[in-house]
């Protein structure tokens, strides 16, 4: 199934669902239930949820200050800490855009588990990271996960298995809000 085909078809399950509203007496866990079978349906495919409004205006306002494509940061958000503000990777990677320490601290990110500093923090660094491979969102999506100096070393992304599936994840979640938001 091509993902314009699961966009138009997940389109037309909201028209349908927005169709009948739940009897009073439906509890919620019924309709997350429902959420939760169409995810596993499809495979586990849900590669644009909405980012939590309190962190939408955030994503904005750096994706404008930035120049950096809000659609580009939600993905990265989405694939590095699916939102959560207070994600810690087993390497120690912290925050929704997952900024190890000392990369935090050269951002100038006082703390990382702060969402607006660490939006702010996350979206420099891919500015900075596009800027230095061309625009390339393959290659800065790279550079993030694996490091600017395994990009340079491959000239272009490197062989690492978790790198190229990290590259694909975000891509597939970056087309899918860019057809969410007609951008």
């Known amino acids: 199934m091509t993902l314009e085909n699961l966009q138009s078809t997940l389109q037309r399950i909201a ?3 927005g169709r009948f509203e ?3 007496a439906m509890p919620a866990q019924q309709t997350a239930g429902f959420d939760s079978a169409l995810n596993q ?3 586990g495919y849900n590669a644009a949820p909405p980012a939590p409004e309190e962190l939408e205006m955030m994503i904005q306002n750096q ?3 930035q120049g950096v494509d809000a659609n580009l940061l ?3 958000i989405k694939n590095e ?5 207070k994600a810690v990777s087993p ?3 912290q925050g929704l855009m997952q900024l190890m320490p000392g990369t935090a601290a050269g951002l100038g990110v006082k ?3 702060n969402p607006a500093q660490n939006i702010e923090g996350g979206a420099k660094y891919l500015k900075n990271l596009l800027q230095k491979y061309e625009q390339s969102v393959p290659k800065a999506l790279a550079a993030y996960n694996a490091g600017p100096g395994a990009v340079d070393k491959y000239n272009g992304i490197p062989p690492y298995k978790e790198t190229t599936q990290y590259v694909q994840k975000v891509m597939n979640s970056y087309q899918a809000y860019q057809n969410a938001t007609g951008g």
Request: avoid cysteine.
């Open 22 to 24: 739940a009897p009073p």
């Open 15 to 17: 028209e349908i669902r």
């Open 41 to 43: 349906a499809m495979g």
């Open 63 to 65: 994706a404008s200050q």
């Open 91 to 93: 390497v120690g990677a």
């Open 81 to 85: 800490s699916n939102f959560n503000p």
């Open 111 to 113: 703390n990382s588990f």
């Open 74 to 76: 939600k993905a990265v």
